[in-house]
Structure formats: C-alpha cells, structure tokens
C-alpha cells in the first residue's frame, strides 16, 4: 500500500509544484521540466506496481450494469480530454475540460471498484484534479472562453473518443480486468 500511496503524493506533487512553489520552479528553468517528467512517470509506475500489490477492505465490485456506465463515463472522459470541447459549440466555455475529463475517469473507476486501494488511487487523482481546478482558478482568475466552434467538431471529437477508448480497453486486459462485457 505504501508505493500506491507514495505515487499518488508523487503525482500531486509533479502537479501541483510550478502552483504552489513557483519561485522555485523558475530557478530550476527548463531542467525542471525534465525532473517534473520524470516524478510523473516514477509516480505512474508506482501508483500501477502498487495498486496491483496492494490488499484492503472490499465494499462492492463490478455489476454489469456498472460496467456498462463505467464505459458510457470513460468514452465521455476522453471526449473532455480530446480538444473537442475547445474546438466546439456544446462546451467551450468549460474552463478544465481536461481535469472534468480525468476527474469523471476517475468517478467511473470507483463506480465500479470498491475497495480500498482504489479508493486510494482514484479518490486521490479525482481529488488532486478538483484541487487542480481550484489551484489554476486563484492564479489566473480571469478567463476568457474560446470562440465558439460547430457542433461538428463536438461529433468528431466524441467519435474519435471511441478510439482511445478501444486502446486503452485492449490495454487494459494486462493491467487490469477486461472492462467490456462479455469478456
């Protein structure tokens, strides 16, 4: 449990630092982005090893039904993370599409993992990416929308959204359980 825990510090560490200590990151200049990677990518294998490694309390598992929703929710999550709802006419003037996206991934992840671990992995992301939000809305409160875009654009995005979706579902079955049904 303790490397699932020490990732996801590591990841809202990397996140939050430019946010929190900018002084410092600017003395670090381009070089610290190259450390900031590479905190991400060592909080990305340790919060994967940890979570797979770590034991806890179980308070309920997958249905079909939530299955089901989880993949509705996810298809949704990379639809907010493409450039779909910038580029659009149904959301562009949502401030963080990318942060709602990863906040409803992880939603749709606790829906249907109930255990402690999983409380800690994606209650911690979704947590860190409502902070996010928070953090870039007091350093930079004004905020304009882009200019609004056709809902072709929108109807793109979110059939391209079924790409990243069939990948990261393929990709899925060695990390995880198969989250289509029937599988």
């Given at each position: 449990?303790?490397?699932?825990?020490?990732?996801?510090?590591?990841?809202?560490?990397?996140?939050?630092?430019?946010?929190?200590?900018?002084?410092?990151?600017?003395?670090?200049?381009?070089?610290?982005?190259?450390?900031?990677?590479?905190?991400?990518?060592?909080?990305?294998?340790?919060?994967?090893?940890?979570?797979?490694?770590?034991?806890?309390?179980?308070?309920?598992?997958?249905?079909?039904?939530?299955?089901?929703l989880n993949n509705l929710?996810?298809?949704?999550?990379?639809?907010?993370?493409?450039?779909?709802?910038?580029?659009?006419?149904?959301?562009?003037?949502?401030?963080?599409?990318?942060?709602?996206?990863?906040?409803?991934?992880?939603?749709?992840?606790?829906?249907?993992?109930?255990?402690?671990?999983?409380?800690?992995?994606?209650?911690?992301?979704?947590?860190?990416?409502?902070?996010?939000?928070?953090?870039?809305?007091?350093?930079?409160?004004?905020?304009?929308?882009?200019?609004?875009?056709?809902?072709?654009?929108?109807?793109?995005?979110?059939?391209?959204?079924?790409?990243?979706?069939?990948?990261?579902?393929?990709?899925?079955?060695?990390?995880?359980?198969?989250?289509?049904?029937?599988?």
């Amino acid at each position: 449990m303790g490397l699932l825990i020490l990732g996801v510090a590591l990841w809202w560490g990397a996140h939050i630092f430019k946010r929190t200590v900018p002084g410092l990151r600017d003395l670090l200049g381009d070089s610290g982005k190259l450390g900031v990677v590479a905190v991400l990518l060592a909080s990305i294998v340790l919060m994967v090893i940890g979570y797979r490694g770590a034991e806890g309390a179980f308070f309920w598992g997958r249905t079909p039904a939530m299955g089901h929703l989880n993949n509705l929710l996810m298809l949704f999550a990379f639809y907010f993370m493409s450039p779909g709802p910038k580029k659009g006419a149904l959301f562009y003037r949502m401030r963080h599409p990318m942060l709602t996206g990863f906040l409803i991934f992880t939603i749709a992840h606790l829906l249907v993992n109930g255990d402690v671990p999983s409380f800690i992995l994606f209650g911690g992301l979704g947590l860190w990416s409502v902070v996010a939000m928070l953090l870039i809305n007091l350093a930079e409160p004004e905020w304009t929308p882009p200019a609004k875009g056709p809902i072709a654009k929108d109807i793109m995005f979110l059939a391209i959204s079924f790409v990243p979706l069939a990948v990261v579902g393929w990709v899925h079955q060695y990390l995880g359980p198969w989250p289509f049904a029937g599988g």
